[in-house]
């Protein structure tokens, strides 16, 4: 579904500042492949989410979705094939806009944008309908502004809004990170219900190893722009977190211990 | 006095269509427009020298509404496409459009003076409906001595304005002007959900200028002149129109935004030309009447507010010490 091949990419190159963000990254996703990325902040993972996006192009390499190159296709094109939701709340959805509004404009994802109303009737059942899946009673506040809600109930109509046009791709960017526990719990039980239900391709950044081992079929540790460690199947259902640094302290044994609090 | 306001009304409502056409720049888009001042005077040009070499008003209007379009797009271009910053692609073009006026008029000022409008067309067709005795038996009921030539520019001026407003506000709600909205709110968001932003922008733009080019065109077919200074100032109009409005008649929805700047471009003309009739105030202090009157719609409902929540809070805290009282 998703191919990365030999993915480079170097930040300012030739000055004092000079930072290889990615370096031959080659990366794999079968259909329906649910990975979780972990990694130290700089490790490149942000960097890795923007190149699939389209943010950046690559200095080399290129990037594959369901068998057609795309790595200079730019995002607003390539977005009808991903879904993305972002780790600020606010970032996601249009604040000034109602929830009907929102998820009209999520719609439209994939079709051509044209002159006739974003919200008709059937849609607005449609929507109201959809929503009544995340139990937030968001149904009923579909003329609601979305800036009037609270961090984790944008952060699950964004999820929606990812998700509901059935992307080739779902990317998420530690999307739980910027909320309270009880919340976050939710929203990564919302995550597994929709990425199940349609069995969706799916890459998630986290810094929480718990959530990293928890979810998903596969896991990938990045360090300096690098995959470090792959893991799929029965062996990531067994993996502890101590297993977790254990691995990482023998691959990068000389940075462990500054490394230990920020993973940890 | 009576005859000063009328006029004011009338063009007031002329100037509402600019008003639209900057809220939907500024506030829709936020993105700050200064094309306006050239735009405007594109679109009183282009009409004037069209109408004085014998092309029919209607159409001569059109040409103006296409020119403006293309001034826009042009500002949205330098803006999306050459990456310059907001307000300097509006400044550069506003310049440009200058010497691109004179060019188009030939000459600074261009009369209109005998010639064929859009206004004196309707006349005939207005004259035969009769409604200009019947309203102005009305006002001399209520004691006016002197009373307007015609009611057929203010009611014709209405027409269009609201169709102008019921089409913006359809288009703000298919799926297109939602972009155009999302494009204002949250680029990163709708870049996400597959939508250029860079063409919304360029369209929108255009789309805005277009409107402030019929207002021009309009507003010189109304004075019977167009000029190249006319423009001069007419984005900060713009903005007291659309900051007053929503001031005075609220935002909450587009519906109410759109009519609410409409409003606020005729309630401005009515306090300018009150405040020219004051004694000590001369013409030229006009500037600062509309920079005065700006400061005081932005200012006012923010202290109001600031009142009602201290009141509201004061009765709170009076309705908590009483209830301490009561149960001690």
Known sequence: ?264 | MLLSLFGAIESGIIYGIMALGVYLTFRVLDFPDLTVDGSFVTGAGVAAISIVNGVSPIVATMLAIIAGFIAGCITGLLHTKGKINALLSGILMMIALYSINLRIMASPTVSLLGESTIFRQLQPLWSAVGLDSFFNGILQLFGADRVPSTWVIVFFMIVVVLIIKFLTDYFLKTEVGLALRATGDNKRMIRSFSANTDNLIIVGVGISNAMVALSGALIAQHGGFADVQMGIGMIVIGLASVIIGEALFGKKTIAIATIAVIGGAVIYRIVVTLALRVDFLETGDMKLITAVLVIVALVAPKIMNARKEQKRRLRKRAELSTQIEEAS
Do not use: C
Not at chain 1, 131 to 136: G, I, P, S, V, W
Not at chain 1, 200 to 214: E, F, G, I, K, P
Not at chain 1, 243 to 248: G, I, M, R, S, V
């Open chain 1, 1 to 264: 579904m998703l191919n990365l091949s030999n993915i480079s990419i170097t930040f300012n190159e030739g000055t004092p500042d000079e930072k290889k963000a990615l370096q031959r990254i080659n990366l794999e996703l079968k259909q329906g492949e649910f990975v979780t990325v972990i990694g130290s902040n700089g490790a490149g993972k942000s960097t890795l989410m923007n190149v699939i996006s389209g943010n950046l192009a690559p200095d080399v390499g290129d990037v594959s979705i369901a068998n057609n190159k795309v790595t200079f296709l730019p995002e607003y094109k390539r977005s009808t094939m991903i879904g993305r939701v972002f780790q600020d709340p606010m970032a996601g959805t249009a604040p000034s806009m109602t929830i009907e509004e929102n998820l009209a404009m999520a719609y439209s994802r994939n079709k051509k944008r044209k002159l006739k109303l974003g919200v008709s009737k059937k849609r607005k059942e449609y929507f109201r309908e959809y929503l009544t899946t995340l139990n937030l009673g968001l149904e009923d506040r579909l003329n609601a502004k979305v800036g009037l809600l609270s961090g984790g109930e944008r952060q699950a109509l964004s999820l929606l809004m990812a998700t509901f046009t059935e992307p080739n791709i779902l990317l998420l960017d530690e999307h739980t990170a910027a909320l309270d526990p009880s919340r976050a719990e939710l929203i990564t039980k919302i995550t597994q219900d929709v990425v199940q239900k349609f069995g969706l391709t799916t890459l998630m950044v986290t810094h929480n190893m718990q959530q990293a081992l928890d979810l998903g079929n596969r896991l990938i540790m990045m360090d300096k722009g690098q995959i470090i460690l792959d893991i799929n199947g029965d062996k990531k259902q067994q993996l502890t977190i101590e297993d977790l640094l254990q691995e990482f302290k023998r691959i990068r044994g000389e940075q462990f211990e500054s490394d230990r609090a920020v993973l940890g």
